[in-house]
DNA sequence: CCTGTGAAGATTGTCAACAATCCGGAGATG
DNA sequence: CATCTCCGGATTGTTGACAATCTTCACAGG
């Protein structure tokens, strides 16, 4: 747009940038379960770093806070208990709730609701599939592609955030889903509500939609 | 409560995050402006430290999106453009309007709203006074006290890295109270409606407030 | 049997030195 | 005069080593 061909800056990332990512991911799908202690001179051998690097990788991750620290005895995956999980979904609302607003209010309400429809559609299609595993990834898409949406880079970063932690209480309670079609409606009247542009429903859609969420973690965590 | 004798453990604290705190410090009140290299060697020298525990801490403030990290060239304090600012207030507006709606709907409500009175009056008294710099930090006291009592540890410390941003383009605007009595009166009805508990206003109050403060703001940019 | 002592082992916290990269200017070349 | 090349200085990225701390276990004493 500005420049003249309209080149993008060349994106070089640091060592400790990748890192982290791939730490986030190890924690988001379980490799690095909740509880487990995080070895400095382990990891930075599996990654082929010396500890510098690595540490400064976990550094990101605590302040994030996927990470807790104890001073003199190492780094831990967090662990989360039904009140972290309750507050997780809060946040989750909060975040959820203001990018779906920002989009319905956006230029780009009406094609923002049209991609949502389609992420939809792909979660019925693995829903109707039987792919549960198909059925999760939609879901986080959808979600991610919500909050991507409204072009916010804050409301974007915590977001990350938050989802990695959804997917690893997931993964750690192996939360099936138990109603697919009704999952599908949820997210489809979301994305309908963000066509029509009634803040109300749209509130009430996502704070139902997380409260139905949060209420099935819940239950698989008591039986589980 | 839980444990016998009502003991906290132990907090003892890492150097490195002795450091972020500082360094956030010093980027809130505009000792570090927006835009200045953070030299390691100088910064370390400074702490008297050496370079690793100081990088653990820029990496810390790179996450938190304080800082931005150029590969071998340097970590630089992020500038806020007009964008930016919009959004910085776009996502406390969502993180705001998410603790008000907690606490309004927890059985502290009538406490925290006495609370926020109480914030409300120191408010009123430094702006009577005509002590400006009070008056911020009044105004500052207010938003950490309404997120501390929603009690969510996430948008508690999400929370804490928009407040530095907020004061990190306050002092860089130099932007001065122009009306002290209408942002007392705003303050208070923010607080009278989490004491009613009515939602709708909750919001309405909030949101305004917000754009109020992000007015002024954008105004104080085009002039300065 | 319980408690206190002490050393071994492992892990984290810190540091100073080395390697790689980038920026600026001097000088050569056409 | 413009451009290219090269070098010195400075800064960041990375490493391996050292110091401090914690945990575990065995063992002696009451």
Redesign the pocket.
Request: aromatic share 0%; hydrophobic share 30%.
């Given at each position: 747009m500005s420049s003249p061909a309209g080149f993008q800056p060349v994106h070089?990332e640091?060592?400790?940038s990748l890192i982290t990512r791939a730490l986030r991911e190890g924690i988001m799908n379980g490799r690095l379960p909740a509880g487990a202690?995080?070895?400095?001179?382990?990891l930075?051998a599996e990654f082929?770093?010396?500890?510098?690097?690595?540490?400064?990788a976990?550094q990101r991750l605590v302040q994030e806070g996927l990470v807790r620290?104890?001073?003199?005895?190492?780094?831990f995956v967090k662990e989360l208990d039904e009140a972290e999980i309750r507050d997780l979904y809060l946040t989750r609302t909060a975040i959820e709730t203001a990018a779906a607003y920002t989009l319905a209010h956006s230029e780009g309400a009406a094609a923002g609701a049209q991609r949502l429809r389609e992420r939809a559609a792909a979660m019925a299609e693995a829903a109707a599939a039987g792919d549960l595993n198909a059925l999760a990834d939609a879901d986080f898409a959808f979600h991610e592609e919500l909050v991507s949406l409204a072009g916010s880079p804050r409301l974007h970063r915590m977001h990350e955030t938050l989802m990695v932690e959804t997917r690893m209480c997931m993964t750690a309670l192996q939360e099936t889903y138990f109603d697919p079609e009704d999952q599908v409606a949820e997210h489809s009247r979301i994305a309908e509500a963000i066509a029509v542009g009634d803040d109300e429903v749209l509130r009430r859609e996502i704070e139902e939609h997380m409260q139905e969420a949060l209420d099935r973690l819940v239950r698989a965590g008591h039986q589980g």
């Open positions: 070089r640091s060592t400790s202690q995080l070895s400095e001179a382990g930075a082929g770093v010396s500890r510098g690097p690595l540490r400064e976990m620290s104890e001073l003199n005895r190492g780094l």
